[in-house]
């Protein structure tokens, strides 16, 4: 009766290798059993499973793979080009300038192009230093280097930012600002570069009235772009690198470069659809002295 199952019996000779010993006795125990009880079909269906799970992990990673190559060839596309792209557009606006100096000497007609042209050379401006801020921000652990310092006045590195899109937009920028004399520890570069993005893109993709709110407390600093228009899509998708909207002749960069610096700035991006209204939040970071006497960021 015991051929049937995984034990057997023998006289007690050497108590070691008996399971159980009762009396003159010996109970042995053999795993041979488990393999008579797993079939063909059973390992056929295990090695199947196992052949299938490889294909699928193998066609993800060459999915990624592929992916991050796509993305490389992009970056050095764009790196070439935004590096080419540098000497010309400084000849143009030399000659953009000199000619600007004799418009008075030019007929309507050719004031028009001229101003047209202008307008051209100025966007292919803005293009290139999109494209080196994205490349900027791809370097280093952090996406995005970012060097603080305290600001006593605001006011007058906002109004830097709006006049210049006025001028270049020919348009009027509804402004208000509460509590700018405040001071406020910030990157002014970066910051600049993120007002400048936000209203631009209002300017290019948003519909009537552009409105700029910005309010300074101790700790944050609230700015808000908003237009009269509607965004169908996410915030997830318009800060994709290369996202364009329909209407786009851009490189698809600005959203996503600002919301780098946001994140590592340790702040808050929010769209509001319709109407259209970003809303960014950056924390006040300020240096203090810790008792090693290193600076810390607090």
């Not at 990624?64 to 070439?80: G, H, P």
């Not at 259209?276 to 002295?289: A, G, Q």
Request: charged share 25%.
């Amino acid at each position: 009766f015991l051929e049937k199952t995984p034990y057997s019996i023998s006289p007690k000779l050497d108590k070691h290798s008996c399971l159980i010993i009762d009396g003159p006795i010996c109970w042995h125990y053999s795993a041979k059993h488990l393999f008579n009880m797993v079939s063909t079909n059973t390992i056929v269906s295990f090695l199947g499973v196992l052949f299938i799970f490889i294909m699928i992990m193998w066609i993800l990673f060459s999915k990624i793979k592929e992916d991050k190559l796509e993305d490389m060839k992009r970056k050095m596309a764009l790196q070439v080009l935004s590096h080419e792209f540098r000497t010309p557009v400084a000849s143009l606006l030399l000659m953009v300038d000199k000619i600007g100096k004799r418009m008075d000497a030019l007929d309507e007609q050719t004031q028009e192009d001229f101003l047209r042209m202008s307008s051209e050379v100025y966007r292919l401006q803005r293009l290139t230093e999109k494209s080196k801020h994205y490349l900027q921000s791809q370097r280093g652990k952090k996406l995005v280097s970012l060097n603080f310092e305290q600001v006593d006045y605001l006011e007058d590195i906002v109004e830097d930012v709006l006049t210049a899109l006025e001028n270049t937009y020919n348009v009027h920028l509804k402004r208000h600002f509460t509590h700018l004399d405040k001071q406020f520890s910030l990157d002014v570069y970066w910051f600049q570069i993120v007002l400048k993005n936000l209203v631009e893109n209002a300017l290019v993709h948003g519909k009537g009235q552009v409105y700029v709110n910005i309010s300074v407390s101790f700790d944050n600093l609230h700015l808000a772009v908003s237009d009269e228009g509607e965004v169908k899509r996410s915030l997830k998708d318009l800060t994709t690198e290369f996202s364009k909207g329909n209407k786009s002749s851009g490189s698809g960069l600005g959203l996503s470069i600002i919301h780098k610096v946001i994140k590592d700035w340790g702040g808050k991006l929010e769209l509001q659809k319709k109407p259209t209204r970003f809303t960014v939040k950056l924390p006040n970071i300020y240096k203090s002295e810790d008792s090693n006497g290193k600076d810390s960021l607090n």
